[in-house]
């Protein structure tokens, strides 16, 4: 599978400390789909350079994960992105908001959008639209920074969030992929945020514990009850106008379809 399409399929991307090389391999064995070596929050500004050197050591990287550099306009986002760059390497580009600057990065790596501003919001189908733009990640505890809201306020969010997932589909790139729970041992916390998200059309959620990954992996999978559905649908065929009572038609073939080429299990991506 290519980086491209490991990106899009994607449904649980764990977030390793860049500066903690020793928890690289056991985040790579977790079960993630991706794997995200932060350089850029987990990394105190003292610690940027050898975690940078880190990364670039271990050979894991590029083999189904990614680099979230420091964000464009920082003193160290011009060496995170040339060593990314140089091992082919796609990125994670925080505060994802100049499409401008995105497209010049994106004639070096393949971009996942991280967008976590209000500036972003705005602009997020211009950000998504970039060529080299996979897909795009919401950055809840940032924006609610910036908004003066809480992190884990659903409604105070669900705007953004929205916005996210709409300039996506109208940029035609897949899915996009929700933030981070905070409460790293909450199950019931991180079951209702994963529900909210898939509710408003996320297919994957950024994961900060490997106690996260499963959860998350089955909670986005397709449901059997999804399955028999779009089994019963596909399987009338196209001619069919009602399943079980209700109508058929083009887009209902095709959600069908989509819940079908869905990886069904935790680790099925890559």
């Not at 464009?72 to 760059?85: K, N, Q, V």
Request: hydrophobic share 50%; charged share 20%; with cysteine.
């Amino acid at each position: 599978m290519s980086a491209r399409a490991a990106i899009t399929a994607a449904r649980t991307l764990l977030f390793v400390p860049g500066h903690r090389p020793d928890r690289f391999d056991k985040a790579a064995g977790s079960g993630a789909d991706l794997v995200v070596v932060d350089l850029e929050d987990a990394v105190a500004a003292e610690d940027k350079e050898r975690a940078r050197g880190a990364a670039a050591r271990w050979p894991g990287l590029g083999h189904r994960a990614v680099v979230r550099v420091n964000a464009p306009g920082t003193p160290w986002f011009e060496a995170d992105l040339r060593m990314a760059a140089g091992l082919g390497c796609p990125v994670m580009v925080p505060k994802a908001e100049d499409p401008a600057v995105l497209a010049g990065i994106a004639s070096d790596c393949t971009l996942i959008a991280l967008i976590e501003t209000a500036l972003g919001v705005e602009r997020a189908y211009e950000v998504c639209s970039v060529p080299g733009v996979v897909r795009a990640a919401f950055g809840n505890v940032d924006l609610a920074a910036q908004l003066g809201v809480a992190h884990d306020d659903h409604p105070a969010l669900a705007h953004a969030r929205s916005r996210v997932v709409l300039a996506s589909a109208a940029a035609d790139i897949g899915p996009p992929v929700d933030g981070v729970t905070t409460a790293v041992r909450d199950t019931g916390v991180l079951a209702t945020d994963t529900a909210h998200a898939r509710r408003l059309g996320f297919s994957g959620k950024l994961c900060i514990h490997p106690a996260q990954v499963a959860p998350v992996a089955a909670a986005f999978a397709p449901t059997e009850s999804e399955l028999r559905w779009a089994r019963a649908v596909l399987g009338a065929g196209e001619a069919v106008t009602t399943v079980d009572g209700h109508m058929v038609d083009k887009p209902v073939l095709d959600r069908a379809r989509r819940i079908l080429a869905r990886p069904s299990e935790p680790g099925t991506v890559g």
